[in-house]
C-alpha cells in the first residue's frame, strides 16, 4: 500500500491507462478500490486513520507521500483543461468536485508530519536510513550548488 501507476493523467484520446471502466460502462480517473482512490476521497479523519492502519513505515508513508502527489497532477491537469475552457467528462467533473486541492495539501502535511516522527523516534530501518541519508546527501549538493551559482551573480 499504496501502489502507484506510472501515468496517471487526465489527457483525452485513446485509453492511457487512466480511466477504469466501472459497473455500468461509467469511467474515472482512479481505479475503483485502489488505494489512490481512497487517499484521494477520503475525509481527513479517515485519511489519518488509513495511513495509521495501513501505513506503519517510514517507507509506506514515502509512497503514500507519492500517490498523493501523484493525485494532485490529476487535480491539476483537470485545472489546466478548465482553464482552457475545455468541458470536463462527468466523471472528471465528480471527481474535481470532491477532492480539493487543500485536502491534498493537509494530507500530505499529516504523512510528512509522520515521517519526521519516524525519523526522531529512531524507528526508520537500516534500509530507510541509506534512502533518507541520500536524499539529505542530494539535497545539501544541490544546495551548494545553488549557493555557488548566486555568488557568482
Same mark, same amino acid.
Given at each position: &500500500?499504496?501502489? #502507484?501507476?506510472?501515468?496517471?493523467?487526465?489527457? +483525452? +484520446?485513446?485509453?492511457?491507462?487512466?480511466?477504469?471502466?466501472?459497473?455500468?460502462?461509467?469511467?474515472? %480517473? *482512479?481505479?475503483?478500490?485502489?488505494?489512490?482512490?481512497? #487517499?484521494?476521497?477520503?475525509?481527513?479523519?479517515? &485519511?489519518? +486513520?488509513?495511513?495509521?492502519?495501513? /501505513?506503519?513505515?517510514?517507507?509506506?508513508?514515502?509512497? /503514500?507521500?507519492?500517490? *498523493?502527489?501523484?493525485?494532485?497532477?490529476? %487535480?491539476?491537469?483537470?485545472?489546466?483543461?478548465?482553464?482552457?475552457?475545455?468541458? %470536463?467528462?462527468?466523471?472528471?467533473?465528480?471527481?474535481?468536485?470532491?477532492?480539493?486541492? !487543500? !485536502?491534498?495539501?493537509?494530507?500530505?502535511? &499529516?504523512?510528512?508530519?509522520?515521517?519526521? $516522527?519516524?525519523?526522531?523516534?529512531?524507528? #526508520?530501518?537500516?534500509?530507510?536510513?541509506?534512502? *533518507?541519508?541520500? $536524499?539529505?546527501?542530494?539535497? *545539501?549538493?544541490?544546495?551548494?550548488?545553488?549557493?555557488?551559482? !548566486?555568488?557568482?551573480?
Amino acid at each position: &500500500f499504496p501502489r #502507484i501507476q506510472d501515468s496517471l493523467s487526465v489527457s +483525452g +484520446g485513446e485509453n492511457d491507462g487512466t480511466s477504469s471502466s466501472g459497473p455500468g460502462g461509467s469511467t474515472s %480517473l *482512479l481505479p475503483k478500490g485502489s488505494p489512490e482512490e481512497m #487517499i484521494a476521497m477520503s475525509s481527513k479523519s479517515v &485519511f489519518e +486513520g488509513m495511513v495509521k492502519s495501513r /501505513c506503519q513505515t517510514w517507507t509506506q508513508k514515502k509512497g /503514500c507521500l507519492a500517490a *498523493l502527489g501523484e493525485i494532485k497532477k490529476v %487535480l491539476q491537469k483537470l485545472d489546466e483543461k478548465l482553464l482552457q475552457g475545455i468541458a %470536463l467528462e462527468d466523471f472528471e467533473q465528480e471527481f474535481y468536485d470532491s477532492v480539493s486541492a !487543500a !485536502a491534498l495539501e493537509e494530507k500530505e502535511a &499529516f504523512v510528512r508530519d509522520r515521517m519526521h $516522527q519516524h525519523v526522531e523516534d529512531g524507528t #526508520i530501518t537500516s534500509t530507510e536510513k541509506v534512502t *533518507l541519508l541520500g $536524499q539529505v546527501t542530494e539535497r *545539501l549538493e544541490s544546495l551548494t550548488k545553488e549557493i555557488a551559482d !548566486a555568488e557568482k551573480a
